[in-house]
C-alpha cells in the first residue's frame, strides 16, 4: 500500500463545478461575452485557470493574450467572492480520508488551482484532516500535467515517488502521476469520463471513493 495518497482538488476531492463555473460566467458577462452552460465546463477545467480562461471566452479572442489575461483576472476576482457558495466534498471523501488517516495513509493535496485559493479551499472545506502537504499552481512550477509539482511534494515528504498514489479525474491528472512515476488512479466521479481518464493511461479506474481504498490494497 502506498504510505501516500495524493489528491487532485477540483472534480476529485470537492464538487467545485458550479463555483467555477458561474465566475467564470460573471468574468465573460463583464466583457460582454457569452456565457457556457453548465455541463459545457466539465471540458474546460482542470488545466489552471488560465487556460480556463481561454477556453472560455469566444474562439476569435482566444488568441489573444491580453483579452484571454483580462478575463482571467475577472475571473479570479469573481472566484473570490463565491468560492464557496456551492462547493462540497464528494460523496464518500470523508469516509475514504478518514480510512487512509486510521491505517495510517498519508495525505497530500496537488492541485492547478492558483496555490492560494488551493490552500484556502482544502484549510475551510477539509479542515479535518491531516494534510502533510497542500500544493497549488505557483509561478515557479510548471503545472499539470508536467510531473513537476507532484515531485515537489513527494520531495517534500521525503518519499519516493513510486510510493505515492495519485488520485484525480483529468487527463492532466493521469499524465502527471504517470510522468512522476507514481501509480495513477482516476477518479470516475469527477468532471471527465471513464473513457478519457482510461485513454490518458490511468492504472486504475475508481468508480466511488471507496473503491480508491481497495485499489490501494491490490
Known amino acids: 500500500m502506498p504510505p501516500v495518497l495524493l489528491c487532485d482538488l477540483d472534480g476529485t476531492l470537492l464538487d467545485t463545478l458550479e463555483d467555477l463555473a458561474d465566475a467564470m460566467n460573471d468574468a465573460l458577462r463583464a466583457f460582454g461575452f457569452p456565457t457556457h452552460p453548465l455541463p459545457g465546463y466539465r471540458l474546460k477545467i482542470g ?3 488560465q487556460m480556463l480562461a481561454a477556453r472560455a471566452v469566444p474562439a476569435a479572442h482566444a488568441t489573444d493574450a491580453a483579452t484571454v489575461d483580462a478575463v482571467y483576472h475577472a475571473y479570479l476576482a469573481a472566484y473570490e467572492r463565491r468560492w464557496r457558495f456551492k462547493t462540497k ?3 464518500g ?3 475514504l480520508l478518514d480510512t487512509c488517516v486510521r491505517h495510517g495513509t498519508r495525505l497530500a493535496v496537488y492541485s492547478n488551482k492558483p496555490d492560494r485559493f488551493t490552500r484556502l479551499t482544502v484549510e475551510t472545506l477539509l479542515p479535518s484532516w491531516p494534510w502533510a502537504v497542500i500544493r497549488g499552481q ?3 512550477t510548471a503545472r499539470k500535467p508536467a510531473p513537476d509539482g507532484a515531485l515537489a511534494v513527494a520531495a517534500e515528504l521525503g518519499v519516493d515517488p513510486a510510493a505515492c498514489a495519485f ?3 483529468s487527463e492532466a491528472d493521469m499524465h502527471c502521476a504517470r510522468a512522476a512515476g507514481m501509480t495513477a488512479i482516476g477518479a470516475l466521479w469527477g468532471f471527465r469520463t471513464a473513457e478519457e481518464i482510461a485513454a490518458a493511461g490511468a492504472h ?3 468508480a466511488s471513493p471507496a473503491d480508491v481504498w481497495r ?3 491490490e
Open 138 to 140: 505557483r509561478p515557479d
Open 47 to 49: 488545466d489552471g485557470a
Open 167 to 169: 488520485l484525480g479525474d
Open 89 to 91: 466534498p464528494y460523496d
Open 215 to 217: 485499489v490501494l490494497h
Open 93 to 95: 471523501i470523508a469516509e
Open 204 to 206: 486504475h479506474l475508481a
